[in-house]
């Protein structure tokens, strides 16, 4: 009978802890949220900066903006340019920020920043329509020199890649090949380059990428060879034929036609600068929730007060948790079931010693007001009710004793449940004339024990900060709890209690 | 600090309190069945159908208005018990055992007037001794008076034995025994003798008091190893009989042996304690489990008495 009605019980406890734990580390990866409080997480913020002259006509300026770069995650963008209207478009694919403003006249400075977090996880998108090679029309000479050079890097190679890099090798000055001192200038090779593999039928393309290093300034953005190899666009760097993008490499322009496109200005630039920042993981986290798929799950969607309520509401599972194992397990004895969570919960809002000595002095002075209102032959009820005004007479008293000493934290007493300690003094003194003080003396020790324990559970950090940013953890503590009930065990305080039993054996 | 492994517990078949309350309480004892124990006015009348005796009733206190009666009630009272019917662990019970002129002596000798008994029936009735604080009633009952035989081992209080009954079968029984660090009551916690009472044959195991052996009644001074009950095996089938009467499967039935009446059903049980069990220096668990391996269960309570007493001698 035992073991039958038992096993379906604890498989499904186990599967309650473990869909805790895996939801938990799932959210974990998703969306960021760190384990730890205090994490820190590297966040580059590029801001972009054009420069131009007003020659007095209306001025439309189109810049290509990031979009999906492959190893970043964009977290924010924005765009800080006064007297200008701003928006950012989406067109065939590509995004891009405009600025515009009728009449100008001198020179103008643009800003746009983005924010960046590393991500390996991100990858260019797949184009949706498959790239085809642009039609390339070569003159003579340079027909024969490409075609020839051309055949030497095909005979080289297997696939669009090696081919890519063969040529690259092959045009390199000491790449062994009579043709390319024709072909190659400097100013147009990466041009010629992607011209070469357009010929060649692989669709091929220049990307813009940006190399992040903390606090430059006036940076340039450096070509970068893509190649299409019929399932995604691979990055060379056009000059090594290194496979890949280096790391802290940030492609600010992919696919695009141009970076900046101006009207009514002249002169324009287009620099960069950035700067390495750390921000709390938890926030970025935060911030990521709404628009990750993931983010109903989380309580950050609540108004700002009500996560307030649910931080402190989701502590009270811990504090259960202390209250079954040192009840089940160790076996004290306490003064009412839950009485020692409503006190830990108060010792949270009071901090534990002044929340300490609040608690004994408001019982004790009830204790000494309970004594005379039992010899004025009051029915229960009545008596109950009076002892609640005079637990609140005490606590308003304390408080103003408290705050003329100079202690603040007097102010604090009113936090602890007021109906549950008249209560509580009621038991007491009842305790205490039929069992004596000896038993109110280690009920009350032994709330007060739990108490503190559960408290100082419920008041690390950590804890806070687990049971708030993964509530997914409570089906843990629910199943350790559900676990204790069924647990028939010793209690610690048995072993003492029947230690006599040794005599017997 | 002495302290024993579990180990050895496990050896010596103790039973403990996570254990009692998954695999016995809560497995064996009905939830519908509570009530009838936690109110000791439903378990007088209940009982009394399967001729279990209990102590007379004399007054029952519903209403604060039915206070006044008590006075005129107990006007020609010598002695009485004022109880409450949902108390627990015998909380609120107050034993009168006579008159000094106005005022009523307690069992403990305290003189008390008829005002402080009628504060005490009405905290009785607003439910400060109840389980879970609820309205309760009180009452009255006439003052169980014990055969001097048992009554000379114990301080002021009535001795009483507990019976712990499994299945309808009585598996382990004590003698409770007050003293002066009970104050006349004979609630073990409180430092009353517990003593082991041999099931085969009701005679006396051994004695313990705050969990320690004891060999002499420390107020008493009387060994109490030679104490034999008389009618043991009437006591046992009464116990083994309430099994029929509550439906429960595991319960502690506490006895008391009148002068006059013989064997009365003080009060039942649900949640019987630990301690019996250092009252008797052995476990619980071997004679539970031997009763829940029975292929065939005893349907009389006289055969289920006879089963125990052939079964559980003191060396099981």
Known sequence: ?????????????????????????????????????????????????????????????????????????????????????????????????????????????????????????????????????????WEEPQATAVEELLQQAAARSSTPESMTRELIKL??????????????????YIDLLNRMLNHAGIPARIADGLALEDARRRQQLRPFLQIYDGTSWLTFDPRTAEQGLP??????????????????????????????????????????????????????????????????????????????????????????????????VAFVQTTLIPGLI?????????????????????????????????????????????????????????????VIIAWTIER?????????????????????????????????????????????????????????????????????????????? | MGWISPFKLNQLGMLNMNRRNVDYIARYNSRMSYPLVDNKLKTKLVVAEYDVRTPRLLQVVRQQHEISHFRQMAEDLNGFAIKPAK??????????????????????????????????????????????????????????????????????????IRIVVFQGYPVMAMLRLATKASDGKANLHQGAVGVGLNIANGRSLNAVQFNRPITLHPDTGLALDDIAIDDWQEMLVMASRCYEATGLGYMGVDLVVDVNEGPLLLELNARPGLAIQMANGRGLLPRLRQIEALRKPHFTPEDRAAFAMETFTAKV
């Open chain 1, 247 to 344: 790391e802290n490499v940030l492609l600010w322009r992919q696919a695009a036609t141009s970076l900046l496109d101006l009207v009514g200005g002249d002169d324009s630039e287009v620099s960069f600068s950035m700067l390495r920042q750390t921000v709390p993981a938890l926030q970025l986290a935060q911030s990521q929730s709404s628009e990750n798929g993931l983010g109903f799950l989380s309580l950050y969607q609540l108004p700002i007060e009500e996560q307030g309520m649910f931080r402190m509401l989701l502590l009270l599972p811990l504090g259960a948790l202390v209250v079954a194992f040192m009840r089940i397990v160790v076996g004290i004895k306490t003064s009412g079931t839950f009485m020692p969570i409503l006190i830990a």
């Open chain 2, 87 to 160: 108390g627990s662990g015998g909380k609120g019970i107050t034993v009168i055992t006579g008159r000094d002129g106005d005022e009523y002596v307690k069992a403990s000798g305290a003189r008390v007037s008829v005002a402080y008994l009628e504060r005490h029936l009405s905290n009785i009735l607003a439910g400060l001794y109840s389980l879970a604080g609820t309205p309760d009633v009180a009452i009255v009952e006439n003052l169980v008076e014990s055969i001097p035989e048992l009554a000379r081992y114990s301080f002021q209080g009535v001795p009483d």
């Open chain 1, 171 to 188: 045009l390199q000055p000491d790449g062994g090949a009579q043709n390319t001192t024709l072909l190659v200038s400097n100013d147009n």
């Open chain 1, 428 to 505: 007491m003194s009842i305790l205490w004339e039929e069992e004596g003080a000896r038993e109110v003396l280690v009920q009350s020790t032994g709330s007060l024990f739990v108490a503190v324990c559960a408290f100082l559970l419920m008041s690390t950090p950590l804890a806070e900060h687990l049971t708030f940013n993964f509530p997914e953890l409570h089906f843990v503590v629910l199943g350790l709890i559900l676990l204790m009930g069924q647990y028939t065990g010793y209690k610690l305080s048995e072993l003492r209690r029947f230690h006599p039993m040794k005599a017997y054996d």
């Open chain 1, 358 to 418: 609040a608690f004994v002095s408001v019982v004790a002075i009830g204790l000494v007001m309970r004594g005379y209102l039992s010899s004025l032959n009051l029915l229960l009820v009545s008596r109950i009710s009076a002892l609640i005004i005079l637990v609140i007479f005490i606590t308003a008293g304390l408080s103003i004793v408290g705050y003329q000493m100079g202690f603040n934290t007097g102010m604090t007493v009113t936090f602890f449940p007021m």
């Open chain 1, 1 to 137: 009978m035992t073991s039958r009605s038992r096993i379906p019980f604890f498989v499904a406890i186990l599967l309650l802890i473990a869909a805790g734990i895996s939801i938990a580390v799932w959210r974990h990866v998703e969306l960021g949220i760190p384990w730890f409080t205090g994490e820190q997480k590297p966040v580059w913020m590029v801001e972009a900066r054009i420069d131009f002259t007003g020659t007095g006509e209306p001025v439309l300026a189109s810049m290509n903006i990031p979009d999906q770069p492959p190893g970043f995650r964009i977290i924010s963008e924005q765009a800080a340019s006064p007297g200008y209207g701003f928006s950012i478009v989406e067109d065939s694919g590509e995004r891009r920020a405009e600025w515009s403003k009728r009449d100008i006249n001198g020179p103008q400075t643009l800003y746009f920043k983005v924010q960046l977090v590393p991500d390996e996880r991100v990858r260019t998108g797949n184009p949706r329509r498959r790239p085809k090679p642009e039609p390339v029309f």
